[in-house]
C-alpha cells in the first residue's frame, strides 16, 4: 500500500475487488476483472475489463470482481475524476434572483 499522492504516471499498480481506483490508467494485465463505474457515469452495471477489450481504468470508481495490474496516465486534477471534481468547485455567477436578495 502507498499513498495516493506517491502515485505518478508511469507507475505500474495493482487493484482487487474492493479496491477504489486512484487514478486513471490502462490495463497492463487483468483476471476476472469487473469495474463500478457508476461514480463517473451513473450506470449501475459493471463493466468488464480487460487488455484486449476495454482496457481504460478511470480514478474514482471500484473493483468490483477480479484483480488487475495497470500503468498510471493521469493522476490528481489530470484525471477524469479530478476533472470533473474542478469544473464542479469553480465558482458559481449569481443568479438575477440571489444578486437581488444581496
Do not use: H, Y
Not at 490495463?27 to 457508476?38: F, K, R, T
Amino acid at each position: 500500500q502507498i499513498s495516493i499522492t506517491e502515485i505518478v504516471a508511469g507507475d505500474i499498480l495493482c487493484v482487487e475487488t474492493g479496491d477504489e481506483i486512484p487514478c486513471d490508467g490502462i490495463i497492463v494485465s487483468a483476471d476476472g476483472l469487473q469495474i463500478d463505474e457508476s461514480a463517473l457515469t451513473g450506470e449501475p452495471v459493471e463493466v468488464d475489463k480487460n487488455a484486449d477489450g476495454d482496457p481504460f481504468m478511470l480514478s474514482g470508481c471500484t473493483v468490483s470482481a477480479g484483480s488487475a495490474q495497470f500503468l498510471a496516465i493521469a493522476v490528481g486534477k489530470r484525471s477524469q475524476w479530478g476533472i470533473i471534481k474542478s469544473k464542479l468547485e469553480k465558482e458559481q455567477d449569481q443568479t438575477p434572483l440571489q444578486e437581488k436578495l444581496d
